[in-house]
C-alpha cells in the first residue's frame, strides 16, 4: 500500500513536472550560441554569436528589433549570409558585406499559447574562432 | 545492506555532487572537450541525418569543427573523422530521444546541444556509474558478505575518481566504461557459477565495450583467455567454447557500423584519426602514471593499492581471475602510459584507469573479506567469531585508512573542482602548497 502511493505520486509529480515545463517563465532567460557582453569603443554592447544561436522574447511583441554585425579584416573577409527564424519559421535573411551594424526589424506572429518565442540565428560563415555575429541588444515593441 | 539500498545511497551521493557542480557554475555545459566528440554523433544522425557531421559542423561551429574537439578531415578524402568513437553515443540515445521530447516541449531550439540535451548526457554518465555499481553489488554479493560488498563499493565511490566521472565529468566515457567493464564482470561470474547464460549478452557487453573505447578491448580478450586455458580439455570446455565463439560474432557484428563509419569517412576499415600523435612504446611513462603527482593513479587514488594487494587473497571461485586480472592492469598501464598524452589531459586522478576499477574492487573485497572475516559469504560471522582478537588492531587500522583516504580522495576533489589543484602537470611542490588547503 506505501509502496503504490510512493509510486503514484511519483507519477504525478512527473506529470507535473512535464505540465510544467511546457512553458516555465525561466524561459526568457535561457540562450545558447551567444558569448557574454562586451562592448565596443563605442558603447554598443553586443555578444557573439556562433554558427548558430538561440533566445527568447516574449510572446506578446508586436515586433523586434535585432541589431547585428560582423568583423571584416585579414582573418575573414567573405560575405555572411545571416537567416533569423522564429519557432522555426523563417523571418529575415540578409548578406553582411561590411562591418557596418545593421537593425533587423521582424515583425511577429500573433501572440500563442506560450509565454516566449524562439528566435534562431544562423550563419553560413564564421569568423576566428567560431564567431558569427555581433548581436546588439534586442529591442522589443509590444 | 540490501542492493537497492546501497545503489540508492549511492545515487543520493552522486546526484548531489551533481546537483552542486552546476548549480554553482564549477564546471561548464556536460557536453565539453572529448564529451563533445562521443557524443556529436546523435546530434549528426537524428537531428541532422547527416552521418558525415558536415551538416552539425555548419550548424554549430560555421563549417569547421574547432580542433579541441578532436574532430578532423581526413586528408585524402575530406571527410570528417572523429578521434572517439560512436559507443557512447549509443548508450546516451535514450537520455538523448528523452532529452529530445523534452525540447519539442518546451519549444527549445532542436540542434542537439540545448540544456535538455546537455544534462541528458550528464545524467546518462551518471546512471551509467549506477548501473556499474549495480552489477558490482551484484557480484561481489555472491561471493562476499553484504558488509563487505557495501564497503567495497562505498570505498571505490569515494575513495578513487568515480564520484567525480560520475559528476563533474559524467558525459566522458570512462563512467559507460566502468559500466560495461562492470557488467561483463558480472556476466562472466555468473555463467562461472553455471547461472543461465547466453554468449548473446556477454557478446552485446563485448561489442559495446568495443565501441566506447577501442583499447578496452583488452579486458574481455584476457578474461576469454584465462577462460579457454582453465577449461580447455574439461566436461565443461564445449559450453565455455560455445560462450566465447557466440561472444565474439555478436561482438563483431554490434562493432560493424564503427567500421562502417570509419569506411565511409576515409575509405580505410580501421584508422587512427589521431595522426603522427599515438603511442610511443619505446618510452612509456609507466611510472608518472602509476605515482606520479602529475596524474599517478596510486598517488591521487591510495586506496586502489588494496585492491592489487587483494587479488592475492581471492576467495577460490574467483581465483582463475587473478591472471587475466592482472593481465588486463598490465596491458592497460602500458598502453596509457604509451600514449603520446600519457596525462590524458585535463582530469582528475588518472582518468585512463577508471574503466578497469571493478577489477580493483574484486581485489578491494578480497582484502577486506580477508581482514573482517572469511571470504566465503556464508562464513563470515563463524570467522569472525574464530579469530576475535588477533585481528583486531589490522582491522582497526585498516578501518581508519579508508576512511581517511575517501575523506582525503572527496576534499581533494573538491579542491579539484574549485581550481585549487591544477587539472594537469601537478607538481610535487603545488601538491603540498595546495595540501588540505580549501578553497
Redesign the interface.
Known sequence: MVKAAFAFGGVLALLAA?AY????PW?ID?S??LRPWQQTAAGVRYRWS???A?FFVPSDARRIGIPIATTFDARGARPMLVTITI?DQRAARLVLNDGAWRRVLIAMPPRGS?R?R?V?I?????RE??R?VQVGEIAIER | MSRRRVVGVAALACVAGYVYVYASGRAGAPIRSDAFSYYVYLPAWTLYHDPTLEAVAADCCGGAFPTWTAIVRWPSTGRWVDAHPIGEAILIAPFFAAAHALTRWSNLSPDGFNLYYQHGAGLAGLSYVLVGLWFLHRLLSRHFSEGVTAATLATLLFGTSLLHYATYDSAWSHAFSFALCAALLERLDAHDAMVHQTGIVIGLIVGLIALVRHTNVIIPICFFAAMAAREFGTARWPTTRQLILTSAIVAAIVFTPQLWVYYRATGHWLISAYGELGFNFRSPHVADVLVGTQKGLFFWAPVLLLGVAGLAVVPPALRWWRAPALAVLAVDTYLIASWWDWQFGGSYGHRGFVDVYPIFAVGLASLFARVFGYPERRDADTEMERSPGRLRPLRVLLCVSCIFLCALSVFQMLQYWHGVLPISDTTWAQYRAAFLKVW
Open positions: 512535464i515545463l511546457r512553458d516555465p524561459l535561457v545558447s550560441g556562433g554558427g548558430h538561440s519557432d506560450r516566449v524562439r534562431d544562423r550563419t553560413n560563415v564564421v574562432d567560431n558569427g
